[in-house]
């Protein structure tokens, strides 16, 4: 079965700061990786799917990349409503969440 | 605007079933499918399957065969999830979720509901 990781687990920072999450999996997977972002008490949120592509009304600081085995979600300046976890998702084979990376305010 | 709304918050005994519900609205019903996400801590999320609202066809996760039926009544616009023989491991809120046309996957969810929190209890 396909593993998935996210690092870090949780980060602390500041508005304005750029902040980069990286999912691996264990298997190539092309680029069938999606993000959300989930705010609590809320369901989750798509932001990016297949990988790089900015899920419409998302905000342009929201950027995806990454192929195979590797992925990144970059937020190029951190917001105040960006405080929130996110999940990588692997729809190759059957869907699959990442555990999470909590974004906390420092 | 497009949305799906589900029924509230539920608590079952084990051993007992509950049905949740997830009625959409402001779109075409049978044009896109439905799946079904839980949300526990120990679990985090967990896809259980999908339902085809114009077939009624389902496709469920292996954990999920046998224990989970999805059906829907088009005529409402709704689909609903049952869960049996439930167990404190099916603590956990449930989304409904709908998947987002021409991905080229059957697994990217671009609206969700709100989620209904199922508590199992003696």
């Known amino acids: 079965d396909i593993q998935m990781t996210q690092s870090p687990s949780s980060l602390s920072a500041s508005v304005g700061d750029r902040v980069t999450i990286t999912c691996r999996t264990s298997?190539?997977?092309?680029?069938?990786v999606n993000w959300y972002q989930q705010q609590p008490g809320k369901a989750p949120k798509l932001l990016i799917h297949?990988?790089?592509n900015l899920q419409s009304g998302v905000p342009s600081r929201f950027s995806g990349s990454g192929s195979e085995t590797e992925f990144t979600l970059t937020i190029s300046s951190l917001q105040p409503e960006d405080f929130a976890t996110y999940y990588c998702?692997?729809?190759?084979?059957?869907?699959?969440f990442g555990p999470g990376t909590k974004v906390n305010i420092k | 605007q497009e949305q799906l709304v589900q029924s509230g918050a539920e608590v079952r005994k084990p051993w007992a079933s509950v049905k949740v519900s997830c009625k959409a609205s402001?779109?075409?019903?049978?044009?896109?499918?439905i799946h079904w996400v839980r949300q526990s801590p120990a679990q985090g999320l967990e896809w259980m399957g999908w339902?085809?609202?114009?077939?009624?066809?389902?496709n469920l996760a292996q954990k999920f065969q046998g224990s989970v039926t999805m059906t829907r009544d088009a005529s409402i616009s709704t689909v609903y999830m049952e869960l049996r023989s439930v167990t404190s491991a099916d603590t956990a809120i449930y989304y409904c979720?709908?998947?987002?046309?021409?991905?080229?996957?059957?697994?990217?969810?671009?609206?969700w509901g709100q989620g209904t929190m199922i508590t199992v209890s003696s």
């Open positions: 298997q190539m997977i092309a680029t069938y």
């Open positions: 979720a709908r998947e987002k046309l021409a991905t080229g996957d059957r697994g990217t969810f671009d609206i």
């Open positions: 998702q692997q729809t190759y084979f059957t869907p699959l």
């Open positions: 339902i085809n609202p114009n077939s009624g066809g389902t």
């Open positions: 402001e779109y075409t019903f049978a044009n896109y499918f």
């Open positions: 297949g990988a790089s």
